[in-house]
């Protein structure tokens, strides 16, 4: 729950203004949320990828030594 020291009071996320400004005063007490990084998620799809990769690999290897 976010603070506002100037008007001396809780504000709910819902009862904020747009942005994360308190209603009272018009003070940024949340900050906007970032996004996620490009490179974040390219580093996401590469490791599925290559789960993909390992687990095919796994489905060849595993019938011939068992």
């Known amino acids: 729950m976010p603070w506002c020291d100037d008007c001396s009071k809780f504000w709910n996320a ?25 490179h974040f998620k390219l580093m996401l799809a590469a490791l599925a990828i ?10 060849e290897w ?3 030594h068992i």
Request: hydrophobic fraction near 40%; glycine fraction near 10%.
């Open 62 to 64: 595993l019938p011939k």
């Open 50 to 59: 290559y789960m993909v990769y390992r687990i095919y690999w796994l489905a």
């Open 14 to 38: 819902p009862s904020l203004a747009d942005g994360g400004a308190c209603p009272g005063c018009g003070r940024i007490l949340v900050a906007p949320r970032t996004r996620v990084p490009w």
